[in-house]
C-alpha cells in the first residue's frame, strides 16, 4: 500500500478521489492494490495504457521545482535530500515521504550544486551567482554566505571531517573554504579552462579537480600539484575516488578512465557509451564502478578488470511527434532513435518500425486517405512510406538544413516541408518532384498548416512571423507580424477564414486569413506549444487549456455541442470539457500528443507510446 500511495501521492494530494482513477490506472499490473480494486477504475476509462508489469526501483517522484534540478545530495543518514535548481532555490526533502521540509532562497542566480557536511548538519549550495551558501539543514537558516570567486560555481564538496569546503568556478581556480570561519584557505590555481568538478579522497589528503580536459591531484593541506592527469579527448565531467583512495574515476567523452591516484598512470579507459558520460560512482566495497550517459543508459563495470557487467537501458530514444492515421486506426510516432513507429491504435501493438533516416526524425504526417506517410529529419530529407508495407516511397532531397515540419495539402497531391534554413518546399507527392521552393523567412520554420480549402499554406518560425502563401503559385500573401517572440503553432478555422497562432511570448493571435489583420489578442498563462480550432470556430484548444474567440452566451457557458472536442492533454491532466479528470505521474506526461475521437496518444520523453481511450 505505501508503494501504491507514494507513488501517485502528488495527484491524489490534489485531488483525493485519483486514488481510484490516476493511481489505480498507472500502477503496475501485478500491484496488489491494483488487482483488488481494478473494478473501481471509473467506468469512462474504456481502455488503460499499457503500464509496467511489477514495481520498479521508482519509488517516488519530487515535483515543485519550477526549473531545471541540477544536482541532489542526501543527508548522511539518509532522511533528507536536497536538491538544486534553476530557480535559484534548494529544497529539501523528506526522503521517506517526498514532502519538501524547506525552500531555501538567497540566491540570485541558479543553482548549480549541493553537499551535506559529513555531520549532516551543515548544506552547501553553489550558485553561478559566484557564491556558496552554508544553511542550518534544520532551520533552513542561512549561516554563510562565502565570496572570494569571481565566476559561477559548479561544484562543492566537505573534506571527510567536514573542516574544509572545496569550490570549483568558471574562473579556473578552486577554493578550500575554512567550513565554520568561512575564510579563503587556499586558492589552487593552473586550470587553463573552468572546473567543472571536486572530490576529496576519503582520507581527505587528495583534492581531485576536473577541467576541460585534464584533472588534478593536489594536495589538499599545501594546495600543491601532485599529478595531472591528462587522456581525454573531451571535457571532463566529473570525478569520483574509490573507497581505499587509490583509484580515481573521471568522465568524459563517451569513456571512463581509472587512474592510479599514486602514480597518475591510467588503468583502465572503459568504452562502450555512445555519448557523453554525465556521472560515475563506486560501489561501497570499490568492485563496481556506475557511469551514466546522455545515451540514456547507465551501465556497471567490473572496477578491476575494466569488463561491462550490465547496462542498463531505457529506451533509445525520446519520442518527437504522433499523429494519427485519418481512420485513427494507426499512429505514427517519430524519435530521436532515428525511427518512426507505426503502432495499432487498438491494441497498442507496433506493427513496422520505419528505418533509413540517419538522423534525429522530427515530425510526421499521413497523407489525407492514409495510404501514405511523411518523415522529417535532421538527415536534410523527408521520406515518403507505403502505411502498409514500411516501404519507402521516395526520399525527398534539397533541403540544406534540417527538416523540421512536414504537411499534406488537403487533396494529398502536395506535399510541404519546413526547413531549419527558413526555406519550405512543395513537393509532388506521386512524383516527389519539387514545384516550389518559397523564401522569406529569416530564420527556422517549425510549424505548418494548409487551411482547409487547400488553397493557403501557413508557416511559422523563429523569426516571430508568420506567412500565408499562395499554395498554388507560391507567392506570399501576407506576413503576420505582432508576436513578440518565435511562433510556436497555427491553424485555420474550418471556414478557413480565420488563423490562430502561438508564440513563446505567451499569447494567441487570431487573424483575418485575408487581410492579415489582427483579430484578437488571447493572453496565456505560459507558452503554447499546440492548438485547434473546435468544430463551430468558437474556442480554440491547447496544451494549456481553452481559449474563447468570441464573446461567451449571458450564462457564461457554451454549449454541449460547442463543447463537442473536450479531450485534451495538458501538462499533468487529461481534461474533459475544462475539468481536470485523469492525474498524469510525471514519466506518463506529454512531449507531444494526437487524438481521434475519443482515443488519445501521447508521446513520452522516454520513448514510450500511451494510448488510452475515453467514453466521454
Known amino acids: 500500500m505505501k508503494r501504491f500511495t507514494l507513488y501517485s501521492r502528488l495527484g491524489i494530494e490534489q485531488t483525493p478521489l485519483q486514488v481510484y ?48 534540478v541540477n544536482a541532489v545530495a ?7 535530500l536536497a536538491s538544486a535548481s534553476y530557480d535559484e532555490t534548494v529544497k529539501l526533502w523528506d526522503a521517506g515521504t517526498g514532502a519538501v521540509q524547506q525552500t531555501l532562497k538567497g540566491h540570485s542566480n541558479w543553482v548549480s550544486a549541493v553537499a551535506f557536511s559529513p555531520d549532516g548538519k551543515v548544506l552547501a549550495s553553489a550558485s553561478h551567482d559566484k557564491t556558496v551558501k552554508l544553511w542550518d539543514a534544520d532551520t533552513g537558516a542561512v549561516q554563510q554566505t562565502l565570496e572570494a570567486h569571481s565566476g559561477g560555481i559548479t561544484a562543492v564538496a566537505f573534506t571527510p571531517d567536514g573542516k574544509v569546503l572545496a569550490s570549483a568556478s568558471y574562473d579556473r581556480t578552486v577554493k578550500l573554504w575554512d567550513a565554520g570561519a568561512g575564510a579563503v584557505q587556499q586558492t589552487l590555481e593552473g586550470h587553463s579552462s ?108 567490473d572496477a578491476g578488470t575494466g569488463a561491462v557487467q550490465q547496462t542498463l537501458e531505457g529506451h533509445s530514444g525520446g519520442i518527437t511527434a504522433v499523429a494519427f492515421s485519418p481512420d485513427g486506426k494507426v499512429l505514427a510516432s517519430t524519435s530521436y532513435d532515428k525511427t518512426v513507429k507505426l503502432w495499432h491504435a487498438g491494441t497498442g501493438a507496433v506493427q513496422q518500425t520505419l528505418k533509413g533516416h540517419s538522423s534525429q526524425v522530427t515530425a510526421v504526417a499521413f497523407s489525407p486517405d ?31 538544413s534540417q527538416v523540421t ?69 507560391g507567392a506570399v500573401r501576407q506576413t503576420l507580424e505582432g508576436h513578440s517572440s518565435r511562433v510556436t503553432a497555427v491553424a485555420f478555422s474550418p471556414n478557413s477564414k480565420m488563423l490562430a497562432s502561438a508564440s513563446y511570448d505567451r499569447t494567441v493571435k487570431l487573424w483575418d486569413a485575408s487581410t492579415g489583420a489582427v483579430q484578437q489578442t488571447l ?53 474533459y470539457e475544462m475539468k481536470n479528470v485523469l492525474w498524469l505521474p510525471s514519466e506518463y506526461r506529454p512531449v507531444c500528443t494526437a487524438a481521434y475521437g475519443s482515443v488519445v496518444a501521447i508521446g513520452h520523453i522516454s520513448g514510450h507510446v500511451s494510448i488510452l481511450e475515453f467514453a466521454f
Not at 490516476?22 to 480494486?37: D, E, G, R, T, Y
Not at 542526501?74 to 533528507?80: C, I, L, Q, R, T
Not at 498563462?525 to 480554440?540: R, Y
Open 21 to 68: 482513477c490516476s493511481a489505480l490506472i498507472f500502477a503496475p499490473v501485478m500491484s496488489i492494490v491494483k488487482k483488488q480494486f481494478i473494478n473501481w477504475v471509473p467506468i469512462w476509462m474504456q481502455r488503460l495504457p499499457k503500464v509496467e508489469k511489477n514495481w520498479n526501483a521508482l519509488l517516488q517522484t519530487l515535483e515543485g521545482h519550477s526549473g531545471w
Open 74 to 80: 542526501f543527508s548522511p543518514d539518509g532522511k533528507v
Open 194 to 301: 573552468r572546473v567543472t568538478a571536486v572530490a576529496f579522497s576519503p582520507d581527505g589528503k587528495v583534492l581531485a579537480s576536473a577541467s576541460d580536459r585534464t584533472v588534478k591531484l593536489w594536495d589538499a593541506d599545501t594546495g600543491a600539484v601532485q599529478q595531472t592527469l591528462e587522456g581525454h579527448s573531451g571535457g571532463i565531467t566529473a570525478v569520483a575516488f574509490s573507497p581505499d583512495g587509490k583509484v580515481l574515476a573521471s568522465a568524459s567523452d563517451q569513456t571512463v578512465k581509472l587512474w592510479d591516484t599514486g602514480t597518475g598512470a591510467v588503468q583502465q579507459t572503459l568504452k562502450g557509451h555512445s555519448n557523453w558520460v554525465a556521472a560515475v560512482a563506486f560501489s561501497p566495497d570499490g568492485k563496481v564502478l556506475a557511469s551514466a550517459s546522455w545515451d540514456q543508459t547507465v551501465k556497471l563495470w
Open 370 to 400: 492514409g495510404k501514405m506517410l511523411a518523415s522529417a529529419s535532421y538527415d536534410k530529407t523527408v521520406k515518403l512510406w507505403d502505411a502498409d508495407t514500411g516501404a519507402v516511397q521516395q526520399t525527398l532531397k534539397g533541403h540544406s
Open 405 to 473: 515540419a512536414v504537411a499534406f495539402s488537403p487533396d494529398g497531391k502536395v506535399l510541404a516541408s519546413a526547413s531549419g534554413g527558413g526555406t519550405v518546399k512543395l513537393w509532388h507527392a506521386g512524383t516527389g518532384v519539387v514545384q516550389q521552393t518559397l523564401k522569406g523567412h529569416l530564420s527556422r520554420v517549425t510549424v505548418l498548416a494548409f487551411s482547409p480549402d487547400g488553397k493557403v499554406l501557413a508557416s511559422a518560425s523563429y523569426d516571430r512571423t508568420v506567412k500565408l502563401w499562395d499554395a498554388g503559385t
Open 523 to 575: 493572453k496565456a498563462n505560459a507558452a503554447i506549444q499546440t492548438l485547434s480550432f473546435s468544430d463551430d470556430g468558437t474556442f480554440i484548444e491547447t496544451d494549456r487549456g481553452i481559449l474563447h474567440t468570441i464573446s461567451l452566451p449571458p450564462n457564461g457557458r457554451l454549449s454541449r455541442r460547442g463543447l463537442s472536442r473536450g479531450i485534451f492533454v495538458k501538462q499533468q491532466w487529461v481534461t
